[in-house]
């Protein structure tokens, strides 16, 4: 079977993974939530523990890490890590083993065949412009800062979490940097994505554009 794919890339907050997870709903597609993979090899890099300076071991560790993504649930090793890998630790540690070139190869191999002859709404930074270049359908998820950390606040309120809004986007300033100035895999739209922000409008109604511009791409 042909591989069909909705390329969705986007800075934090931005509300790629809740637009990603409805319309793959929609679409009766299978949903790829790609940062899960980042944040699987720095949960085990954080457990050794090593260190992004130790490259070598850090490569290794990710191409020995087996993990699999089945809709929400994100298992590492067998082990059920869908939480452990939220933590604002793993959030904190995760630049550098984005940054490592090795690394990101390993986890784009592991994505182009996890999506391997399925119809896939995959999510993350570098999805239309590097994994999933020939993808015929690609969307680049922006919002506001202040609107992306008010977000992040809302949804760690609601796993239990008190953060305060101006520490919240502080991170997610530091993060943003990083993403957008990675040599390999930097955070960028591709020539032909469509740009679209999610400011003052609800997931669903983004998610109502998306389907649209689905039917018109592919
Ligand atoms: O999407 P999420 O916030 O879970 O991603 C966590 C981090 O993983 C991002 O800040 C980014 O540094 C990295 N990432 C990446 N490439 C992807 C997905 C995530 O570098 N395709």
């Given amino acids: 079977r042909p591989t069909t794919v909705v390329a969705i890339d986007g800075p934090a907050g931005a509300g790629k993974s809740t637009v990603a997870k409805l319309l793959a709903d929609r679409l009766g597609f299978e949903f790829l939530d790609t940062g899960a ?6 949960l085990a890099m954080l ?7 130790e490259t070598n071991a850090l490569q290794q560790l990710a191409s020995d890490l087996q993990i699999e993504l089945s809709g ?4 590492m090793n067998g082990e059920d890590v869908s939480d452990a890998i939220r933590t604002p630790e793993v959030s904190q540690a995760i630049g550098g083993v984005a940054d490592n070139i090795l690394v990101r190869e390993i986890l784009s191999d592991l994505q182009r065949r996890w999506a391997s002859g399925k119809r ?3 999510e993350g930074r570098d999805q239309g412009s590097v994994v999933f270049q020939d993808s015929r359908c690609k969307v680049f998820l922006v919002a506001s800062p202040e609107e992306r950390a008010r977000r992040r606040v809302a949804d760690l309120a609601q796993r239990g979490i008190d953060a305060d809004l ?5 991170q997610q300033n530091a993060r943003d940097l990083a993403d957008y100035s990675r040599p390999v895999g930097a955070l960028i739209k591709a020539p032909d994505a469509v740009e679209i922000s999610t400011d003052g409008i609800s997931m669903h109604q983004v998610v109502d554009k998306l389907e649209r511009l689905v039917q018109a791409r592919l």
Avoid: H, K, N
């Fill in 37 to 42: 993979m980042y944040r699987c090899v720095t």
């Fill in 47 to 53: 457990r050794v523990p090593i260190t992004p300076s």
């Fill in 72 to 75: 929400s649930v994100v298992r």
């Fill in 120 to 122: 896939v709404v995959t």
């Fill in 166 to 170: 101006q520490s919240v986007l502080d």
